[in-house]
């Protein structure tokens, strides 16, 4: 597990334009912290990539100490998050969001792997690598992925990642092949992490440059973090704590502002490749942070010569293990706005970030389900003994529904004397209730008495034009709270 976390750890640090050991600190730091106090045993933090993509416009503008004070505020906002309960609206992620999340992630590993089959030319232009170097990659890379795919058929007393690693790496050595290896992309070597606070003005305007990067890195870890913990609770059987793993990110992450390191969150593509390597406790994630500093301490110059091909291999397995295969086969099932949202989440993914992705997902399925609740509004107009027109209401009664809610009364041929009964139907918002104040307003207008039964109490309150215009029925009226600041 330790192995793939370097060139990881390394290529996401080169993102955000960093040292490598930048990104080799925060490896170690949050994973350490978060295998310990986090709330999903079996889950490996690190460097990312989802946060280096938004750090490198920071780190080129104002340099890398403002990169540490940003890591520092984040995780005092992801540790807000946790000590607020705020871990529990990731329940409010559809599952199409999450296929389509996974699918995204998936491919987003898949290509960050490509750039390694490039090389520089004599203009320092990178460029494909041709003929027998390609060859050479290709053929290291399939026989990795044959080792991890296979060997679990034979035995399982060992990891087959590990197994396939020190397999290539000694076969490249022994048969002396020419291929890339992790020392030609950056050294590992170093010390221990130092304590350091970040470099940077104290006062009001470091606070509005760091602000705004430390709020979107903050929301972008919690996310990742949280929806991996969502996918390892559903493939072990098992429940994570939300609001413990966002306490401990954030503890991480602040910890690792003080340490030199570019800050982190849940890694899913090692995370899956430790869950399914029987990796379920804290003790694995520990050993594989641990493992990472002693790379860094002692054994850097052995790291640098595990073939790249090795690496890529095991990230290609996990690729197809994380890839939600049997969405191809859903999509001409489920409904057409649950397919078009899956596909929308992972093009969104891979395009721009995961953070946007979810949150894309998450409004365009709201609006979906706005759309289809607002045609369940149903009023049923009938006549009572005393001659009173009696309309029933059935469904609820939101912002979507208020047009067709008030296209069903008819307001000149009802009785003087009308009773809306809400026993069927909840009213979930301000909008609901505006909408039965507009229609008391109507009904006076015209000489007519209008009388409303089974309200809430809260409903009764918010009513402000109403008020004095109908009679409300208190009788057996539902207790439940309505989506509105009238009472804040």
């Not at 793993?245 to 800050?263: D, K, P």
């Amino acid at each position: 597990m330790a192995l793939a976390l370097v060139p990881e750890a390394v290529a996401f640090a080169i993102v955000a334009q960093v040292e490598p050991l930048v990104g080799l600190y925060a490896a170690f730091i949050v994973g350490l912290i978060t295998a310990i106090f986090g709330g999903r045993p079996g889950m490996i933090s690190g460097a990312t990539g989802a946060l280096a993509v938004v750090m490198v416009s920071l780190v080129v503008t104002h340099g890398v100490e403002y990169l540490f004070a940003t890591v520092v505020l984040m995780g005092i906002l992801q540790i807000l998050a946790g000590a607020f309960k705020l871990g529990k609206f990731i329940r409010m992620v559809p599952h199409p969001v999450m296929l389509g999340f996974v699918n995204g992630l998936a491919i987003v590993i898949f290509l960050a792997q490509l750039g390694q089959f490039k090389v520089a030319d004599s203009a320092g232009v990178m460029q494909w690598m041709q003929g027998e170097a390609l060859y050479i990659m290709l053929g290291l890379v399939a026989v990795t992925m044959a080792i991890i795919h296979f060997l679990p058929k034979v035995t399982k007393a060992v990891p087959s990642a590990l197994v396939a690693i020190v397999g290539v790496s000694l076969a490249v050595i022994g048969l002396n092949i020419d291929t890339k290896l992790v020392g030609d992309v950056a050294s590992i070597a170093g010390g221990l992490p130092s304590f350091s606070i970040p470099d940077v003005p104290m006062n009001w305007d470091t606070l509005v440059i760091i602000f705004p990067y430390a709020l979107i890195l903050a929301a972008i870890g919690l996310i990742e973090s949280l929806l991996t913990l969502t996918l390892i609770d559903e493939l072990t059987q098992t429940r994570g704590k939300g609001n413990k793993e966002c306490m401990a990110q954030g503890l991480a992450n602040t910890v690792t502002g003080f340490f030199g390191g570019m800050g982190g969150c849940a890694m899913i593509g090692q995370s899956m490749i430790n869950v399914n390597s029987g990796g379920r406790g804290r003790t694995s994630g520990v050993v594989a942070a641990l493992a990472l500093l002693g790379f860094i301490l002692f054994a850097s110059s052995w790291i640098e010569m595990i073939p790249l091909a090795a690496l890529i291999g095991v990230m290609f397995i996990v690729v197809i293990a994380t890839f939600e295969w049997s969405s191809f086969g859903q999509l001409k099932k489920i409904p057409k706005t649950d397919a078009f949202i899956l596909i929308l989440v992972s093009g969104v993914t891979v395009a721009s970030d995961l953070a946007i992705a979810v949150i894309v997902g998450v409004i365009v399925s709201a609006l979906v389900f706005a759309w289809q609740h607002a045609k369940h509004v149903i009023v049923t107009r009938s006549t009572d003994q005393q001659g009173w027109t009696v309309y029933q209401v059935e469904g609820p009664l939101f912002f979507g529904a208020i047009a067709s809610f008030k296209e069903q009364f008819d307001y000149n041929n009802d009785a003087n004397d009308i009773i809306i009964d809400f026993k069927e139907s909840r009213v979930y918002d301000h909008s609901g209730i505006e909408a039965i104040d507009s229609l008391a307003e109507r009904y006076n207008a015209i000489g007519k008495k209008l009388h409303l039964r089974h309200l809430s109490p809260e409903c009764t309150a918010l009513l402000k034009k109403a008020n004095s215009l109908v009679e409300v029925n208190v009788i057996e009226d539902p207790q439940y709270h309505v989506a509105s600041d009238k009472l804040a």
